[in-house]
C-alpha cells in the first residue's frame, strides 16, 4: 500500500481558498434574502440564510454582481448568444440558471474548479430538480455525461481542474467541446490573485492564444498597498488564505498591463466606487433604502479596493472594445 502523502503547506493555503467560495455563497444567500437582487437557485446551494451581513457587505456585493452581470449580459447581446462562456473558479455560481431564465444563454458555458467543489456542486444538481430541470431541457438526450469530476451537456458543463496546471485544463475543456472558434468569454472573480503571477499570467495568456474573439471580466482586490488592503492581507492570512498574486492588484494600471503584455488587444479597469456611480441609479437608490448604512465612508473604502478589468481581442471585429459601462 501506497505511503499516504503528508499534507503540505500548499494544501491547506488550497483548502481556505476552496473556503471563500462558501463565503460569496453565504454572502450573495443573505443579500439576495434582503431583495438587492433575485436569484431563485442561490437556495439550493445553501439552505440557510445565515447570520447578518453588515450593510456595506451587501452594497459591495451588489455592486460586484451587477457589474460583472452588465459585462456578461452585453457580450452575450454583442455576439447574439453565438458564443460560450468559461467561468474559471466558479465555486456555487448560478449565472448559467438565470442566463437559461432571460433567454440569453449562450452556446455552452463551461465551468471549472477544484474538484472538489465540482463534486460538491454535481451534487446539489444531482439532487435538487430545480437546478437539474433547466440543463435536461436544454439537452438532446435522456441522460447527462457524469463522473466524480465532472457533469457535461448539451449547454452546460462543470469540470474539476486546477487552474494552475494549464495543459490539463485545456485537455479537459476540449473533451468537452469548447470550441476555440468560437466567441468566448472568460470569468474569473477573486480567482488569480490565489495564484502566482506566473501561473495567472499562463491562464490569461492560454486564453489570448486560445481564442481569437475574446473578452475576459476579471473581478478582483485593488490598491493593496495602502492601509486598508494590508488589513485586508492580514485577515486572509489568519485563515491560512494567501494572496500570492497580489502584486498585480496594486493599481488599475498593473490589473490592465496583467492582460495587455499577455497577447490582449485592449484592456479596461475601474474600482467598485466608479461602476457603483455607474450603475442604474433608480435601482441603485432602491437597495440603499433597503438597508440604513450609518458610514458611507466605510463603503467608499470598501469599493475602492476592489476593481472590475476586463479585456477584448476581436479578431472578428464584433465591436468588443466598446462594451463598457
Known amino acids: ?8 503547506d500548499s494544501d491547506t493555503a488550497d483548502e481556505a481558498v476552496r473556503a471563500t467560495c462558501d463565503d460569496a455563497t453565504i454572502c450573495k444567500r443573505f443579500a439576495t434574502s434582503k431583495s438587492y437582487w433575485k436569484d431563485p437557485y442561490i437556495q439550493y446551494f445553501v439552505r440557510s440564510v445565515g447570520e447578518r451581513k453588515a450593510p456595506e457587505i451587501n452594497r459591495g456585493y451588489y455592486a460586484r454582481v451587477q457589474g460583472v452581470n452588465h459585462l456578461l449580459d452585453a457580450f452575450i447581446r454583442k455576439t447574439e448568444c453565438d458564443c460560450q462562456v468559461i467561468n474559471l473558479g466558479a465555486g456555487l455560481d448560478t449565472t448559467f440558471w438565470r442566463l437559461k ?54 449547454r452546460y458543463c462543470i469540470i474539476g481542474a486546477d487552474l494552475r496546471d494549464i495543459s490539463n485544463l485545456d485537455e479537459k475543456l476540449k473533451k468537452f467541446q469548447l470550441n476555440p472558434e468560437l466567441p468566448t468569454l472568460l470569468l474569473s472573480e477573486c480567482v488569480l490573485v490565489y495564484m502566482t503571477p506566473s501561473q495567472s499570467s499562463n491562464v490569461v495568456h492560454w486564453a489570448a492564444e486560445t481564442f481569437h474573439t475574446a473578452m475576459f471580466i476579471n473581478y478582483e482586490q485593488l490598491n493593496m498597498n495602502d492601509r486598508f488592503g494590508q488589513v485586508m492581507i492580514e485577515n486572509l492570512q489568519r485563515r491560512q488564505c494567501i494572496l500570492a498574486g497580489v502584486e498585480a492588484c496594486q493599481s488599475l494600471e498593473s490589473q490592465k498591463e496583467r492582460f495587455l503584455k499577455t497577447g490582449w488587444e485592449h484592456a479596461d479597469a475601474l474600482d467598485m466606487m466608479t461602476v457603483y456611480s455607474m450603475l442604474p441609479q433608480e435601482d441603485v437608490g432602491r437597495i440603499e433604502r433597503l438597508e440604513f448604512l450609518d458610514e458611507k465612508e466605510l463603503l467608499q473604502q470598501l469599493l475602492q479596493h476592489y476593481s472590475i478589468c476586463w479585456a477584448t481581442k476581436d479578431k472578428l471585429n464584433l465591436g468588443l472594445s466598446q462594451l463598457a459601462f
Do not use: C, G, W
Not at 1 to 8: G, H, K, L
Open 1 to 8: 500500500m501506497a505511503a499516504r502523502q503528508p499534507f503540505t
Open 101 to 154: 431564465d432571460e433567454n440569453l444563454m449562450p452556446r455552452k458555458f463551461f465551468e471549472v474548479d477544484f474538484p472538489t467543489v465540482v463534486a460538491r456542486k454535481i451534487h446539489y444538481i444531482k439532487t435538487k430538480p430545480p437546478l437539474s430541470k433547466p440543463l435536461l431541457e436544454t439537452h438532446s438526450t435522456d441522460s447527462l455525461l457524469l463522473d466524480a469530476h465532472s457533469l457535461d451537456s448539451d
